[in-house]
């Protein structure tokens, strides 16, 4: 079975600060990867995802994250928090169907709030 | 295009009653998944739906289920409601039946169970 660790479930920064999420996977095989993100009182809106290829994806809002296989790691950054960032940041998996996954459901980290402090 | 809707955004039900929670797609998507948001338990799969057939199904009792019409709106139902459901549900629609294609998530249902 599939399983994420997001590792804090608070993070504080600065404005114009680094922003690092750090997510973990296990999986017997390397899944497809994502990232949400979650405003009060509204859906997810996905924020980039890993299927295969390049292993740094860029996403929206200035977000990227990188895939390391040798660490199951998905760990999310931004060069430079806005106060704009500051929500609920959701990591998730979904089975590789190239490996003989069904696709059909994410499971999801239990989530970190990111506050940015002016 | 419009979004993913839910209705009602918001519901107080009584333990024992049964409630219905209604999810409409994007135009064109004919994949949709339901999940179930609690500060304790975070987001849990509940089932996804593909032209009107059940693929999946997560961990929860058979007092939840659902359906899925002709038109990719999807319905969820859950009976002799406990305190427990109190929850946000949110139905996600997909334009394919791939883990490559983004899943588009609505605002969600907030239920409260009394």
């Known amino acids: 079975a599939q399983s994420v660790t997001q590792l804090g479930s608070h993070v504080s920064v600065s404005e114009g600060a680094l922003v690092l999420l750090r997510c973990n996977y296990s999986?017997?095989?390397?899944?497809?990867l994502f990232w949400y993100v979650q405003y009060p009182n509204q859906g997810l809106q996905l924020l980039l995802k890993y299927t295969t290829g390049a292993t740094l994806v860029k996403g929206i809002n200035g977000f990227e994250a990188e895939f390391k296989k040798s660490e199951t790691s998905f760990h999310l950054t931004k060069p430079s928090a806005h106060m704009s960032d500051a929500a609920e940041y959701f990591c998730?998996?979904?089975?590789?169907?190239?490996?003989?996954?069904?696709?059909?459901?994410?499971?999801f980290g239990k989530g970190t709030l990111l506050t940015v402090n002016p | 295009k419009a979004g993913v809707t839910q209705t009602p955004r918001y519901l107080i039900k009584t333990r024992g009653q049964q409630v219905t929670l209604s999810c409409s797609p994007i135009?064109?998507?004919?994949?949709v998944s339901w999940y179930q948001q609690t500060p304790g338990q975070g987001l849990q799969f509940l089932f996804e739906y593909f032209s009107e057939t059940q693929r999946n199904k997560g961990n929860f009792p058979g007092r939840f289920s659902g359906r899925q019409f002709s038109n990719s709106r999807s319905e969820m139902n859950v009976s002799t409601l406990e305190l427990g459901d109190s929850a946000l549900y949110l139905c996600a629609s997909s334009f394919r039946d791939s883990p490559t294609y983004e899943q588009y998530f609505g605002p969600g249902t907030r239920l409260t169970v009394t």
């Open positions: 135009s064109g998507h004919r994949s």
């Open positions: 998730a998996v979904s089975p590789n169907v190239n490996s003989g996954g069904s696709n059909y459901k994410l499971t």
């Open positions: 999986s017997s095989v390397p899944p497809y």
